[in-house]
Every structure is written in C-alpha cells, then in structure tokens.
C-alpha cells in the first residue's frame, strides 16, 4: 500500500484547529512537527511568526480523491489562504512508516498511564517524572489509535478515575488495542476486544502480547453477532463498555450494545465532537441512561452514562 503525505504549514495558535480538519481522514495519523520562524507576516508587524507543520497521512485508495476534496473544502471555509500552500506526495509503506514513527513519542495519559512506541529504547522512553507510570507499550501499525488524539487521551483518563475494579469490559471497536490494554492495566479482570477490521484485529493482538496481558484480553474480528457465549468470562453483559469511535457508528449500535451491559454498568463513549455528544447523550437518556460524566479537549468531547 502506498500514503498520500497532506501537508500544511500554519500559525502555532491554529495548530489545534487544522489538525482537527484533517484528523478524520487522516487513518495513517496525524502529526505536527515542531514550530520554526518564519518570515514577517505584515510589513507592521514586529515579531515574527512562529510556525508548525500539519501533516496527515492517508491511504492511497478508491476513497483518496473524495477525501483530499473534503480537505480542501474544508480549508475554504476554515482559511482560505491556505488552500495553495497545501502539499501532497505519495509515500511508500516503509516511508510511511518511517515519517510516521518518528513524531510518535511517549505520551504520559491521566494519572498514572503513558503510552509507549514500541520501537523506543526503554532509557530513552520515558522522563524521571513519567518512570513511575503505568506503561502502554504500543505498535498500531494501521490500526487506529496511537494515543495521540485527545479522544483516546480523554477515554484512558476517564478509564482511570471510573472504572470499577475486576470489572469485565467490552472494548467496541479496539483498533490497536489500547483500550483494552489500559483496562486490564487499570484492573479489569477480563476484556472483550472487538473490531470488524482484520488488520485492527492482528495489531491489537501483537500489542497485547507486548505488554503480556493476553490472558485476560480476548480479541475477536467482528460486531455484536460474533460476541462469544462459550465462556462466561468474555460473554455478556459486562461491567462496562468503552468506545472510541464515530458519533454514527456509536448512535446506530446503541441499541445492540444497551441490552449487553449489566444494570448499574457504566459506558464510555469518545470519538465524539461536542454537538454529536450532545445528539448521544440524548438517545441514551431516551433509554434511561444517566449521565455520569463528560469530559472536553478543544472540539472533542467524552461521556461516561450508567446504565440504571
């Protein structure tokens, strides 16, 4: 498989901003290189600009052309001035991988979790202040979540303060599989991860075996029809649920997933922009959930709801 590299220079105060423009069509990931100084933007001004570099990675497939459209669509709207300065070009796998894996760097998550590369040298990895954390120790390869977006951020912090321990999890939609690792990190005592996507799938196994919790981690490759029922460790209803996927996927599968979770459960639910949060915490009320919780960073949001 090849990469299309979008690439975007901008203002150190927009970063937030263009990286959430491209972040969902970005399944390679998102990264942003380190500001420099740039020349002055007005002939008035007197201090020059600082910059970064946006840059966002995506498949080179059959969906590429719609997806580079609605990056420029989008920058219309969000600044138009910068619609000519995007950059494109195509990469190889390992070139990918490469470009990719060297912004990737630990990221210390809510209390006492940091997520790890996996390629990193254990005395380079982590910082005095973060030796004392839990490590992840992650490879997502192409799988999606590296713990970098703050909706992954968000759900591991949220993880850490509310769920019960020895609970069993339901781990919708895994990815790489770094839910269900901070899960049993955080005490769970056994974890369903699921995910339609064959290669979420292997990544989350390989990450599971890294950070050597496979034995109360259970990965399977499809959606609530391929739930297991022959051993009551992994079968429903569970304690609780996490997700950290779309606001679509998550309001279409709410009425499959509310009947799995045991009364008085609790899901966590990420992926979610402010304004489709507000659109879930609507239906599961509908339903009799209760709002537990709900965390925000920038444009993302994250509730916790109990089921009654």
Do not use: C
Request: hydrophobic share 45%.
């Amino acid at each position: 498989m090849r990469w299309i590299e979008l690439s975007l220079d901008v203002l150190r105060e927009d970063e937030e901003a263009f990286a959430a423009l491209l972040e969902p069509v970005a399944t390679g990931g998102v990264v942003v290189e380190e500001g420099y100084i740039a020349a002055l933007w007005e002939p008035n001004d007197t201090q020059p600009a600082l910059l970064v570099t946006v840059k966002a990675y995506l498949p080179e497939d059959d969906e590429a052309p719609g997806k580079e459209q609605a990056v420029t669509v989008g920058l219309r709207r969000l600044a138009p001035g910068y619609v000519q300065t995007l950059r494109r070009r195509v990469l190889e796998e390992e070139d990918w991988a490469e470009a990719w894996k060297k912004h990737y760097l630990p990221i210390p998550v809510g209390r006492g979790l940091i997520i790890v590369p996996a390629w990193a040298k254990p005395s380079e990895a982590l910082s005095a202040e973060d030796v004392v954390r839990r490590p992840i120790v992650l490879d997502p390869g192409m799988a999606f979540g590296t713990g970098q977006h703050p909706t992954t951020r968000m759900m591991l912090a949220l993880m850490e303060e509310q769920l019960p321990p020895g609970a069993r999890v339901l781990d919708w939609g895994t990815g790489s599989g770094v839910l269900a690792v901070g899960a049993v990190l955080l005490g769970a005592s056994a974890v369903l991860a699921v995910d339609i996507d064959p290669i979420a799938v292997a990544a989350a196994r390989g990450n599971l075996e890294r950070n050597e919790v496979g034995g109360r981690v259970r990965v399977v490759q499809g959606s609530f029809d391929t739930l297991p029922a022959d051993t009551a460790q992994f079968a429903p209803p569970y304690d609780a649920v996490v997700a950290n996927i779309t606001y679509a996927v998550l309001s279409e599968g709410l009425s499959e997933l509310w009947p799995r979770l045991a009364p008085g459960g609790l899901a966590l639910f990420s992926g979610l922009l402010h304004r489709t949060a507000d659109l879930l915490l609507q239906q599961v009320e509908a339903i009799g959930g209760q709002l537990v919780t709900r965390l925000g960073e920038g444009e993302w949001a994250a509730l916790v709801l109990r089921k009654p």
